[in-house]
């Protein structure tokens, strides 16, 4: 069993910018595929950034130049910085393990584990 827990959510004004962090649990995380995912009211779940155990990365087009993924994987921990934020990325993000996956894992089913989720609300 894997337990995620997400923290660095929070209200902040458009163009600004917050780091999420995931602590994952386990002895093997640098094994696992991480990825971050939101949900906006409303909306249905999509794949924000993702990372491989090897490093590859994955960025859906919304994000892309403006969020960064990375992993540390002597803290068992994944985080997504995200710069120039737009009230269009106003929702929960989870962030979702996928131990000893190969490759990057983009599609909400090849994961395995969930955090509980962190609110993002950007202001305009």
């Known amino acids: 069993q894997v337990q995620l827990v997400e923290s660095g959510g929070g209200l902040v004004q458009a163009g600004g910018s917050l780091r999420l962090s995931c602590a994952a649990s386990?002895?093997?995380?640098?094994?696992?595929?991480m990825g971050w995912f939101r949900q906006a009211p409303g909306k249905g779940r999509e794949s924000v950034a993702a990372?491989?155990?090897?490093?590859?990365?994955n960025y859906a087009d919304s994000v892309k130049g403006r969020f960064t993924i990375s992993r540390d994987n002597a803290k068992n921990t994944v985080y997504l910085q995200m710069n120039s934020l737009k009230p269009e990325d106003t929702a929960v993000y989870y962030c979702?393990?996928?131990?000893?996956?190969?490759?990057?894992?983009?599609?909400?089913?090849?994961?395995?584990?969930w955090g509980q989720g962190t609110q993002v609300t950007v202001s305009s």
């Open positions: 979702a393990a996928a131990p000893g996956r190969v490759g990057v894992a983009v599609q909400g089913y090849e994961y395995d584990y």
């Open positions: 386990g002895r093997t995380f640098s094994t696992y595929a």
């Open positions: 990372i491989s155990s090897g490093g590859s990365i």
